[in-house]
């Protein structure tokens, strides 16, 4: 038994090892993305700064080289008319570039933010999953710890037949089963009924 139990504790302490290696890397990974998606954002921002200062000079140029009717002169000439249709040409172009940039901005730090919210709840589920996991190995793991005390302690227990322990290890099977299931789910109403399962089919072993 000593044995087993050493051996059990190894094989524990070496999951929580893996799992700890796990979460460390994708903190790593994350912050990586995060500091990545910050240079980019301020890269966005001085190029976006530069097309605004840009704008406001062609804006004024282009608006320079409209027609604009005076008292001296009411009609454009065909040159003058040729060069307004021109800017106003341009002018539509340039208003109509910048604001595509503006949205495409705006739509990769939307799809950024819920991306990292995704995330996060991903690792709340996934820390709440394993936890359960690791509480109901617990359990299953001081229920075979009994189950195999009366196995070698008949006397024990003496109403402990052949079929009660065949029972039991049907339970202990079925427990085994829910918990290697658990990490499938991903809703908070999913996880809870199987924890309260896993926890009914404890009470009766």
């Avoid at 008292?71 to 340039?94: F, H, I, V, Y």
């Amino acid at each position: 038994m000593d044995a087993v139990a050493t051996a059990k504790a190894q094989q524990e302490a070496a999951e929580a090892e893996r799992q700890r290696l796990a979460q460390a890397a994708a903190s790593q990974a994350q912050w990586t993305a995060e500091a990545d998606a910050t240079a980019r954002d301020r890269r966005n921002a001085a190029s976006t700064e530069s097309l605004i200062q840009n704008e406001s000079q062609w804006t004024a140029l282009l608006q320079g080289m409209i027609f604009v009717p005076t008292d001296e002169q009411a009609d454009s000439t065909p040159a003058e008319a040729e060069r307004s249709n021109l800017a106003n040409l341009m002018l539509g172009m340039m208003r109509a570039v910048m604001w595509n940039n503006t949205m495409q901005i705006a739509h990769a730090q939307t799809g950024r933010q819920l991306r990292q919210t995704q995330q996060r709840e991903s690792a709340t589920w996934t820390a709440t999953i394993r936890a359960a996991t690791q509480h109901q190995q617990q359990l299953l793991a001081s229920t075979i710890t009994r189950v195999n005390s009366i196995e070698a302690k008949p006397s024990a227990a003496p109403g402990c037949t052949t079929d009660i322990a065949k029972q039991l290890g049907e339970r202990i099977d079925h427990v085994v089963t829910i918990i290697g299931d658990l990490g499938d789910f991903t809703s908070p109403a999913s996880i809870s009924s199987t924890v309260a399962a896993i926890k009914t089919d404890i009470t009766k072993l």
